[in-house]
């Protein structure tokens, strides 16, 4: 496939938006859009967005994440696309495998990888006396982390010490009334904008589903996709897993943390 193919792949992506039923809001079409891994679409419909809209803030911080995501995703298939010029095949390998982590529906990437993949298999079979690729092009690689249960230390537990470890929300059945209560003192801080008080309220233990853990999870969600866009990976991982403890079917923040684990595991 040579590099026009890849970037005219990447662009068609665009003319399939809204080739399916989506959504009236821009936020919402994005968001269903972002479920199907099409992240140009998404970018798209995000910056349909009016400045005035209430969701302004949140699809802007959606959009700077996405973009990052499309962007490295790219930059991986370009330096993918000039080490299998340079027959160094085994590190472009890593290079589409890490593209398809950050972005898994990206068709270029996993185009390329099947295709060199296969070329090192043909190339494997082959006498020695018949290549001619200095040995000192091609390289091990690092093993990439594919799973969460691979993940970084970032994503364990991130709750202050001396607090026991907090259990996702729905795991056990809280005390009612301790678990109003709760809410209630979240609600206020919420208001107040005071997010971290209230984060430190709802880890203290488990609590019912409302609203208002809907919005805290909200918040923390959207600042966890500021600092990703910003390029402060940790932060934003650490942020990623306290929704997930929040909310552990957290579709989005299992998605984008993912991306960011690939990010910090490329050399």
């Not at 109003?180 to 488990?206: C, M, N, T, W, Y």
């Not at 997930?244 to 910090?264: P, Q």
Request: charged content about 30%; glycine content about 6%; some cysteine.
């Amino acid at each position: 496939m040579t590099r026009r193919a890849v970037l005219a792949s990447l662009a068609g992506s665009l003319l399939i938006v809204g080739c399916q039923s989506l959504p009236e809001g821009d936020l919402a079409a994005a968001e269903v859009l972002l479920a199907r891994g099409d992240l140009l679409g998404t970018i798209v419909r995000l910056d349909r967005v009016p400045p005035a809209h209430p969701d302004y803030p949140r699809s802007r911080a959606l959009a700077h994440a996405t973009e990052r995501r499309v962007r490295l995703s790219q930059e991986l298939v370009e330096s993918g696309l000039s080490l299998r010029a340079e027959w160094r095949d085994r590190e472009a390998v890593e290079r589409f495998e890490r593209a398809l982590e950050i972005w898994p529906e990206l068709d270029s990437a996993r185009l390329l990888l099947d295709a060199t993949r296969a070329r090192v298999d043909a190339l494997e079979k082959l006498p020695d006396v018949l290549l001619d690729v200095p040995s000192g092009d091609v390289v091990t690689t690092h093993p990439v982390v594919t799973s969460p249960e691979a993940a970084s230390p970032l994503m364990e537990s991130a709750a202050p010490e001396g607090r026991p470890p907090f259990s996702p929300s729905g795991v056990r059945n809280p005390d009612r009334s301790d678990s109003a209560s709760r809410l209630a003192a979240i609600q206020e801080k919420l208001e107040r904008g005071h997010l971290e008080p209230a984060l430190v309220i709802a880890e203290s233990g488990p609590l019912d589903a409302s609203p208002t853990l809907q919005r805290l999870v909200g918040m923390l969600h959207q600042r966890a996709l500021m600092r990703y866009g910003h390029g402060a990976l940790e932060l934003a991982l650490r942020d990623w897993a306290r929704v997930l403890r929040l909310d552990a079917a957290h579709r989005e923040a299992k998605e984008f943390a993912a991306a960011a684990r690939a990010e910090l595991a490329i050399d």
